[in-house]
């Protein structure tokens, strides 16, 4: 059973056996996250879930008080996935750290584990979360569901699992207890609402649930994945357009699982606070007002934009959205506010006339060659005609991803301009993750944080 293959690569997840690099992105993902998290607890929807639990003596909201440590899951998941800017994985087409990190961080610290069983849990939580989407995708997206937070439980659990040293049959269990709290609607996501949210709170919560419960003796379904009213079935089999069975899903889970990488490697960062299929189009547009600005070329002198990208890019057509979050889901207006401003970032992503009015200049195409790369590339080519001249960027893959990396400065940096008023230095602490117990690393991290 997939469950049972997944449970056995959480038993093997060792610290002692992983690759330096792997560790030194477990503690990049952790200080994106941070970076991320804080930013995000600052925004209305954050703020309305923290304020809805009472202050406790459990896990670290970060950058405010201490609730119950299933609170700390879903509030922190929540933050963490509120500016659009967590990390992903394109293959998967999910995002793991707002929920694996969060569900990781909150029995870690409430049971005052030590920073090399945080790592090792990490680990485990990307490996499954990342397996199932690859597993699942992209059928599972087609019928409308949000794979951060259906594959994103999965992968919660197991870290949850991992950070409380269940055994095979217990985590098993988890899994199995996971497999029955997935959810998260596309929809939330597309009507531009702060639903979307929730879906990564819910998932980092649903597999601290699920470790506890199993921990505790309760029993999920060990067929949860493959039985016949179970995952795949229910959620990502009728989204194929052609003849399948159960068979041939189990046939490509066997084929991915049996892959040794840790997938934590492939995991990309972002640089702008919106939908990953946007990006590509962003830093062609930004490469394109670099070059207009060089020449002396106003925005007034705009006649046309026209993109040509992938299908689901595309489909990102909104021209009108009428709220933040649905401006994070907008090609069109994207494009708009990075040729007027050369960046695009949260402080910049609004709704006004002159946005709007650009943004009606744009044209969208469907490539269907650019599918065919897609999704290996996520290509996209932008062209901007003005009265005199015109300008043409092609990118295939955005800046981030591990072909095109984020540096530590480049993290640190992000981390900065999110959250000016941080010193720098408290984050030095998470070099030396192994040498601390969690519960205190999150104590001098969170002082510094609630001062920002």
Not at 25 to 39: E, S
């Amino acid at each position: 059973m997939i469950t049972e293959k997944l449970a056995s690569i959480v038993v093997d997840t060792d610290y002692d056996k992983l690759p330096e690099e792997v560790i030194l992105k477990v503690k990049q993902c952790f200080t994106d996250f941070l970076g991320v998290t804080l930013a995000g607890s600052k925004i209305p929807s954050s703020k309305t879930v923290k304020k809805i639990f009472r202050n406790g003596s459990g896990s670290s909201v970060i950058g405010s008080k201490k609730v119950g440590f299933l609170d700390a899951s879903l509030v922190n998941g929540v933050f963490a996935h509120s500016l659009d800017l967590d990390d992903g994985h394109r293959f998967a087409q999910l995002h793991p750290g707002c929920s694996v990190i969060p569900a990781a961080l909150s029995i870690s610290e409430v049971r005052n584990k030590t920073g090399e069983d945080f790592i090792s849990s990490v680990v485990a939580g990307y490996q499954v979360s990342i397996l199932m989407g690859m597993i699942s995708n992209p059928e599972h997206r087609t019928l409308g569901f949000h794979s951060t937070g259906t594959c994103g439980t999965f992968g919660a659990a197991a870290a949850s699992c991992k950070v409380i040293d269940l055994g095979f049959e217990d985590i098993v269990n988890a899994l199995g207890l996971a497999g029955t709290q997935t959810a998260g609607l596309l929809e939330s996501d597309h009507a531009g609402s702060t639903a979307k949210h929730l879906h990564a709170g819910k998932a980092a919560q649903g597999g601290v649930i699920s470790a506890i419960l199993s921990e505790n003796g309760f029993e999920g379904a060990p067929s949860i994945i493959e039985g016949n009213e179970g995952f795949l079935n229910a959620m990502v089999i009728q989204g194929n357009k052609s003849p399948t069975t159960i068979e041939s899903y189990e046939n490509r889970a066997d084929k991915i699982i049996a892959n040794p990488n840790y997938h934590i490697m492939d995991v990309y960062f972002k640089k702008y606070p919106v939908c990953r299929h946007l990006h590509s189009s962003v830093d062609a547009a930004i490469e394109i007002y670099n070059q207009m600005v060089s020449k002396d070329v106003k925005i007034e002198d705009i006649v046309s934009i026209n993109v040509d990208t992938y299908e689901i890019a595309s489909e990102h057509d909104n021209y009108n959205p009428n709220t933040v979050e649905a401006v994070k889901q907008s090609l069109p207006v994207a494009i708009a506010i990075s040729l007027l401003n050369g960046d695009l970032n949260i402080n910049n992503i609004e709704i006004n006339p002159k946005i709007i009015s650009l943004a009606s200049k744009v044209v969208l195409e469907h490539d269907k060659e650019m599918d065919e790369l897609f999704p290996a590339k996520r290509p996209s080519k932008v062209k901007v005609v003005t009265q005199n001249n015109f300008y043409t960027c092609r990118v295939d893959l955005p800046m981030g991803e591990p072909e095109h990396p984020f540096n530590q400065q480049e993290i640190l940096e992000k981390f900065h301009n999110l959250n000016p008023n941080v010193d720098l230095e408290v984050l030095e602490i998470i070099d030396e993750l192994e040498s601390y117990k969690m519960g205190d690393l999150m104590k001098i991290l969170n002082k510094e944080f609630k001062d920002a």
